[in-house]
């Protein structure tokens, strides 16, 4: 063998070899900026969330993070797995599942289940796990226009905003997705038109039923330019779909996201003016809290809600009119449910874009596979060669 051929099986014997290349199949994404896990906080948040009980899931879409927040070991644990452009963060209390969206081309749409101890097998000298680990389990692949966002349980399925489609789509146990909702305003002579990105449906605010969900999206109409357009006029074109009436309940907004249920209310990031606000049944909306930055992301726990901000990209200036792009942060803020007041914030000075936040129990979840203030390569190839499923022991509840 030349020393030429050598070199190149030298080269591709030790080549996906890290776990966390194989997982996003990307070469790279073992290599993580540790600017980008460096974070800042007032107030009690750690306390907060030690209090709770519960670990936060929260996608970075442009830094291609997923990460974990937790308190469950009596100290603070960062970890994180990458994935290309996660969005939309879904759990199943269930089956324990989480899911989570891919939003590049091809779309992916992975399944990760916790693990707290791994396979008895005779070439691992343990198989304990420290806490219970959230493991990448499945993964399946969508077309790219298909443009997945928000995820949401809906009953026992999980539904995704297809934002491609100007629809809602439900994915079946081992089977393909399938469009279950759209609004009235994108159907005409021909037919409904699910061939163009008309109106950014990217958010739900999962009920009960289709019916008792409500969705947001930036305008109501197939005329002028599209959302994503430079020249799209974004102040006050948002709306919050009604599912049982497929129309506008709310209008006026800009750019909204994240519609969440918090107690009785439905909540939704106005984006554009950095702000959460209350939709009413009868159209109104009034504000909630003002936050640093644009708001999307959105999750309650108790008395809490936890909302997040992001910086402004600067081609979409125009998109956020209520807001100084110089000023925005990207952040977490704790939200006093009651009173509006931020009680607590962990912001990333060098971070970008969050999409969304997901709360699930400690006791469930407490970490991501790879640890975010040092990595431990041998820890992580054990865990990965045996990690074993836990979900399938257990129905969890929030």
Request: aromatic share 8%.
């Amino acid at each position: 063998m030349s020393d030429e051929t050598d070199a190149r099986f030298q080269a591709d014997h030790h080549a996906w070899r890290d776990p966390a290349s194989v997982v996003a199949q990307w070469q790279d994404a073992g290599a993580v900026e540790s600017i980008l896990l460096d974070a800042e906080v007032t107030g009690p948040w750690w306390q907060i969330l030690a209090e709770a009980g519960v670990t936060l899931l929260v996608s970075r879409e442009y830094e291609h993070l997923l990460m974990a927040l937790s308190m469950a070991s009596g100290a603070p644990r960062v970890s994180y797995l990458r994935l290309p452009h996660p969005s939309g963060i879904a759990f199943d209390a269930a089956s324990g599942q989480v899911h989570v969206a891919s939003t590049r081309n091809p779309n992916v749409l992975y399944t990760l289940r916790p693990a707290d101890r791994l396979l008895p097998r005779r070439d691992v000298e343990s198989n304990s796990v420290a806490g219970r680990v959230l493991m990448p389990a499945s993964a399946r692949f969508l077309p790219g226009s298909t443009y997945l966002h928000d995820l949401a349980m809906i009953g026992a399925e999980l539904h995704a905003s297809a934002v491609g489609e100007n629809a809602i789509v439900a994915f079946q146990a081992g089977g393909d997705s399938r469009r279950v909702w759209w609004p009235s305003c994108i159907e005409g002579a021909a037919g409904a038109d699910f061939g163009l990105n008309h109106l950014q449906l990217n958010g739900i605010a999962a009920g009960p039923s289709l019916g008792e969900s409500y969705f947001t999206a930036s305008k109501d109409d197939l005329l002028g330019a599209r959302p994503g357009q430079i020249d799209f006029a974004a102040e006050g074109r948002g709306v919050v779909f009604s599912g049982a009436t497929r129309s506008p309940m709310t209008r006026g907004l800009t750019r909204p996201h994240s519609p969440r249920f918090v107690g009785g209310a439905l909540w939704v990031a106005n984006s554009g003016f950095g702000s959460i606000v209350n939709c009413e049944q009868d159209g109104s909306s009034e504000i909630v809290a003002r936050l640093p930055g644009w708001t999307r992301g959105l999750c309650t726990f108790g008395d809490i809600a936890i909302a997040g901000t992001s910086r402004i990209i600067p081609r979409f200036r125009a998109y956020a009119p209520g807001l100084d792009p110089d000023r925005c942060v990207c952040g977490l803020h704790a939200v006093d449910v009651k009173t509006g007041r931020i009680l607590a914030s962990l912001s990333w000075p060098a971070g970008n874009q969050i999409f969304a936040i997901e709360a699930v129990p400690s006791s469930m979840i407490d970490r991501l596979p790879f640890d975010g203030l040092e990595r431990q390569p041998d820890a992580e190839r054990t865990l990965f060669y045996a990690w074993q499923d836990a979900s399938s022991d257990h129905a969890w509840e929030n």
